[in-house]
């Protein structure tokens, strides 16, 4: 059955300022609340980008690196934030106004005062097990709170935004790739299935919002990474699992099909590490950067091994951290901070400009 359950609204231009929301799903992108001001987009051509993933716990943690970004923030201001996905751990949130959203994202992300563009993972689509993915329409809470909070797009489950809207340097494609590996597959709901109304809605509207981009850089933002080296493993071979669809084959798939060689960079979390990936043949010159350490690490994770498969310019299984992205008209530069837990402070462990 077909999921309609935000029906056919449209978004509220006004509110989004001068930035360009240009995929909307097949439930549309939500309105903003009366009385609700979202923090502006940047007009300038200069961007700095927080990137962090796996963050919602709201424990001493992600408390940690959040303290750690402000600080960031105070010497080095940010124009925008991504969140790339289990936003709301451990089963997401219970509607689009679950207190949640203030312990696990508004309270410690305060003062970090800039858009954040927020991914769907398996924790936010939780049904009967921690991030087991199994009761999609679940992220439909997460699009539902855009309405409620300055900080907080996500317009809808898979979106664009172009910034600046004029002669972008930098257009995103937040993608919602969860129905391809769920670990309870949507057997019983057509809608989600990997060639669903909804998937395939997706495919054909990523090609086209990419082959009608102007933007310098365009940048793939998924939680499920295509490419690995921790212990979730690459897409195809998730949990070194032979079973599909969560073994994540699907996700291999629409990687190369619609993502590979047509941005030049793909940001992913799920993977509780910080990794900079060289390209490989098959993701075309695409560059794989995991970011999933905002409140959890690898190291914490006694079962887990990294895989340590594919050439890296930097890895970390051990450290809670961020990454932040400068981007120019020219030029991308990249920074990776570690966090320690006790103190807050963030060090510099890698930087590197990527083109």
């Known amino acids: 059955m077909r999921d309609n359950s935000f029906g056919r609204r449209s978004f509220l231009a006004g509110a989004a300022g001068v930035v360009s929301l240009v995929g909307l799903s097949p439930a549309q992108a939500v309105p903003v609340a009366p009385g609700v001001t979202k923090f502006g987009f940047p007009t300038g051509r200069q961007l700095r980008?927080?990137?962090?993933?796996?963050?919602?716990?709201?424990?001493?943690?992600?408390?940690?690196?959040?303290?750690?970004?402000?600080?960031f923030h105070r010497r080095e201001p940010v124009s925008l934030a991504l969140g790339l996905g289990d936003n709301i751990y451990e089963f997401g949130p219970n509607s689009g106004t679950d207190r949640q959203f203030a312990d696990k994202f508004e309270t410690?992300?305060?003062?970090?005062?800039?858009?954040?563009?927020?991914?769907?993972?398996?924790?936010d689509t939780?049904?009967?097990?921690?991030?087991?993915?199994?009761?999609?329409?679940r992220g439909n809470h997460e699009v539902?709170?855009?309405?409620?909070?300055?900080?907080?797009?996500?317009?809808?489950?898979?979106?664009?935004?172009?910034?600046?809207?004029?002669?972008?340097?930098?257009?995103?494609?937040?993608?919602?790739?969860?129905?391809?590996?769920?670990?309870?597959?949507?057997?019983?709901?057509?809608?989600?299935?990997?060639?669903?109304p909804f998937m395939n809605e997706q495919r054909a509207w990523l090609d086209r919002a990419i082959a009608g981009s102007s933007a310098t850089?365009?940048?793939?933002?998924?939680?499920?990474?295509?490419?690995?080296?921790?212990p979730h493993g690459d897409a195809g071979r998730y949990e070194g699992l032979p079973i599909e669809p969560i073994n994540g084959v699907h996700v291999k798939r629409f990687i190369e099909e619609h993502v590979a060689g047509a941005c030049q960079f793909l940001l992913s979390g799920h993977d509780h590490s910080l990794q900079v990936l060289e390209p490989t043949i098959e993701s075309k010159g695409t560059?794989?950067?995991?970011?999933?350490?905002?409140?959890?690490?690898?190291a914490a994770e006694p079962a887990a091994t990294p895989h340590g498969a594919h050439p890296a310019l930097f890895e970390n299984y051990h450290d809670l951290g961020f990454m932040v992205l400068d981007l120019t008209p020219t030029s991308v530069d990249l920074r990776v901070f570690t966090v320690d837990v006790a103190t807050a402070a963030a060090t510099q462990a890698f930087t590197r400009r990527l083109a």
């Open 49 to 71: 980008v927080l990137v962090t993933g796996d963050a919602g716990t709201g424990t001493r943690t992600q408390w940690a690196v959040a303290n750690a970004m402000r600080e």
């Open 108 to 123: 410690p992300n305060a003062g970090l005062d800039f858009p954040w563009l927020m991914v769907l993972g398996n924790h």
């Open 126 to 137: 939780s049904s009967v097990l921690p991030g087991d993915g199994g009761w999609l329409v």
């Open 144 to 196: 539902e709170y855009h309405a409620n909070s300055p900080r907080w797009w996500m317009p809808s489950r898979y979106y664009s935004v172009r910034v600046p809207e004029q002669n972008p340097v930098i257009e995103f494609f937040v993608l919602d790739l969860n129905p391809l590996a769920a670990y309870i597959p949507p057997i019983l709901s057509p809608y989600w299935a990997v060639d669903g």
């Open 217 to 230: 850089w365009k940048v793939a933002c998924t939680h499920h990474p295509y490419l690995n080296n921790g």
């Open 287 to 298: 560059r794989q950067i995991v970011s999933g350490a905002a409140a959890k690490t690898v």
